[in-house]
């Protein structure tokens, strides 16, 4: 597994497919450790909000939606509710697990 990866440190385990076939499977992470003194910011979500379009606000990208959802222990993008609270991570720690660009010669 990449070291940038969402899964890194998450347990996995073996279970059968429809096919009956063994796949590996990662362990929902439905909790994020809470942090000891929070450092992000804070966004109330508004109507018309999407967990992208919160981190296209803050990070100047779609892409660290993901980031957000993690942070806030949300399991479906389309949870937002208008009035709810989100933590959102700072931008250095968001961009840690980033895909770095390799070219291949």
Not at 17 to 30: A, G, I, P, S, T
Not at 42 to 48: A, L, N, P, R, Y
Not at 54 to 64: A, C, H, N, P
Request: glycine share 4%; aromatic share 12%.
């Amino acid at each position: 597994m990449a070291s940038y990866s969402r899964y890194k440190g998450l347990n996995t385990f073996r279970l059968p497919n429809k096919d009956k076939q063994e796949e590996e499977v990662y362990e929902l992470r439905l909790n994020s450790p809470p942090p000891s003194q929070w450092t992000g910011d804070v966004h109330t979500v508004m109507e018309g909000d999407t967990v992208a379009s919160i981190s296209y606000k803050y990070y100047g990208t779609e892409k660290l939606w993901w980031k957000i959802m993690d942070v806030n222990c949300l399991q479906m993008p389309l949870d937002l509710r208008v009035g709810q609270t989100l933590r959102i991570p700072p931008f250095e720690e968001a961009t840690k697990t980033m895909r770095k660009k390799r070219n291949f010669v």
